[in-house]
């Protein structure tokens, strides 16, 4: 696992994963992010958010907040990271995807980053999952 990585686990549940995707897609549009998603697929999906400017002196511009939602209502991961922003997500199915291009190693200003926007996404995506 990568520094600034997190896997949430969620059993016995019972989420309509579409509508979790859909919670944490509004919550970044509403805090300024640009969102995107790849196909969905049973394998899951991958959400990608970045900001125009805001990581400009500490991220690269090709970075991405990159969340990847796996398994099935009752048993699934939530993945959150920094990976590269993929100009085909919208395109790509989760299978085809490269994890080592979704979740990078990342260095400590993209670490302190990624804690403080990562903490908040975690507590929306837990209390979506209640």
Do not use: C
Not at 38 to 59: C, E, H, I, N, Y
Not at 80 to 86: D, R, T, Y
Not at 95 to 121: H, P, Q, R
């Amino acid at each position: 696992m990568a520094i600034g990585d997190k896997t949430l686990h969620f059993q016995g549940k019972g989420t309509d994963l579409g509508a979790l995707q859909q919670k944490i897609e509004e919550y970044l549009k509403s805090d300024g992010f640009t969102v995107q998603s790849s196909a969905p697929s049973d394998k899951g999906t991958v959400l990608q958010a970045k900001k125009g400017g805001f990581l400009r002196d500490v991220v690269d511009a090709d970075r991405a907040l990159t969340i990847m939602i796996s398994g099935d209502p009752n048993d699934f991961t939530v993945r959150v990271g920094i990976g590269k922003w993929l100009e085909h997500l919208g395109r790509a199915a989760v299978e085809t995807l490269l994890i080592s291009d979704l979740f990078l190693v990342i260095d400590v200003a993209e670490t302190a980053w990624n804690f403080e926007v990562e903490d908040k996404l975690i507590k929306q995506i837990e209390s979506a999952v209640g």
